[in-house]
Structure formats: structure tokens, C-alpha cells
């Protein structure tokens, strides 16, 4: 009775490494140009030395105004610093971003959800000025702690753009009255000019596409 051989492996070809056909000419002249442009970045730095609490403005048509600014909240916390979020339009509905910060960094974020959904759920205006008001004095509240380092006021511009609160005392309070070291963000569609002007970081989110126009509703992980 014959045995059966032991199969061999397939033997494995070593994949070809094409040849570098970088000319000493060319890392040359690339080497040369990323040592200008570390040179100007350096210069750059030693002349920036300053540091203070910013007001950051997210605004514009497009999605990521309140991702951008949760990212910061997270970034503060991985730093050890205390923040918190006060939320003036969104309601009861739950969020991946509450459950995380609540459940997991409670001793470094104080999440205050003061709203009562999207104005047309509500429809309802002296209820949405008094949420937006009570929503307001929370915000001053939490600024004013010189405990906390980053305040997120979630989708205050939609508050600002009904005229809930007043623009004039927002801005008055931001520059007169907030603590040196505080990092204030402000997120929502059309932000005042008034608003703007007082910020340290304005970026306007543009929308070149969204699903929504294709039918595709709010997702967990994306919108919530």
C-alpha cells in the first residue's frame, strides 16, 4: 500500500520591488525645499507664543458643526481638563454623544440638554424663548466656573438667528466677562456677523452633498 507524500506549499513568490527611479537631482531639490519650508515653520512658532481661551464659531449649511465641536470637547477631556455642554435646541432624543459623555466622563463633562427639540416639533415661541433663556443662564453659569476649560453651547446660532436671546448681550458677555482661559464653542447655521466678529475661530461648514437629499434618513454613528 503506497503513502501518500506530504503536499509541499505552494512556494510564495517574492512580490517585485520596482526600481527607485528618484534621480539624485530630485531628492536634492525635494530635500532642499522641505528644509525652506521647516525653516519658515519654525520661525513661525518662535513667534507665536501667545495663549488664551478662544471663542470658536462652527456655522454654515453643512454637516459637522456639532461633530467638530464634540471632537473638541473629547480632546479637552483626553488633556484631563474639565467642560461642559449646554444644548439649546436639541430635546429629550437620545444621542450617541450624551450617552458617551455622561456615562463614561461624567467627572469631566457636565452635559446640560436645555431644549425641546427642532422649533417645528415645539411650535410653540414663548416656550422655545424661555428654553432658549434658561438654556442661556446655564451657558453663563458654566462659563463662569473657573473649574471648567472648553463650553460647548450646542446649536446656540439657531437660538441667535430666531431672536430667542439677544445677540448684543451674548457677545457682550463672550468679551467682557468670560474667563481668560476658557475656551467657549458656539455652533449652528447663520451666525450673527456681530457674533462672528467677536470670535478668535470662525469656520463656515459648506454642503456639497448630503444623503438626505437621496432619501437616506439621520443614521446612529453619523447623525446621532
Excluded at 450617541?96 to 469631566?108: A, V, W
Excluded at 467677536?198 to 453619523?222: N, W, Y
Aim: glycine residues 8%.
Amino acid at each position: 500500500m503506497r503513502t501518500a507524500k506530504p503536499r509541499r506549499a505552494p512556494e510564495v513568490k517574492e512580490s517585485a520591488v520596482p526600481d527607485d527611479t528618484i534621480t539624485p537631482e530630485e531628492a536634492a531639490a525635494h530635500a532642499g525645499k522641505k528644509a525652506r519650508i521647516k525653516a519658515a515653520r519654525d520661525r513661525m512658532m518662535v513667534e507665536r507664543t501667545g495663549e488664551k481661551g478662544l471663542v470658536i464659531v462652527l456655522t454654515g449649511p453643512g454637516k459637522g458643526k456639532s461633530s467638530s465641536a464634540f471632537g473638541m470637547v473629547l480632546r479637552s477631556i483626553a488633556h484631563g481638563m474639565p467642560t461642559a455642554v449646554v444644548q439649546f435646541i436639541k430635546g429629550a432624543m437620545t444621542t450617541g454623544e450624551r450617552d458617551l459623555l455622561t456615562g463614561s466622563f461624567g467627572h469631566l463633562c457636565r452635559f446640560h440638554t436645555m431644549g425641546e427639540g427642532f422649533t417645528w416639533e415645539t411650535q410653540d415661541l414663548a416656550r422655545d424663548r424661555a428654553a432658549a433663556r434658561a438654556a442661556w443662564e446655564k451657558a453663563k453659569e458654566m462659563i463662569r466656573d473657573p473649574a471648567i476649560r472648553m463650553v460647548l453651547l450646542d446649536e446656540i446660532n439657531i437660538a441667535l438667528r430666531y431672536d430667542y436671546l439677544d445677540i448684543a448681550e451674548v457677545v457682550a458677555f463672550l468679551r467682557d466677562e468670560k474667563p481668560p482661559m476658557t475656551h467657549v464653542v458656539l455652533t449652528g447655521r447663520n451666525a450673527k456677523s456681530d457674533l462672528i466678529e467677536v470670535a478668535d475661530l470662525v469656520t463656515e461648514m459648506q454642503a456639497v452633498k448630503h444623503p438626505f437629499r437621496s432619501g437616506i434618513r439621520a443614521q446612529a454613528g453619523v447623525e446621532f
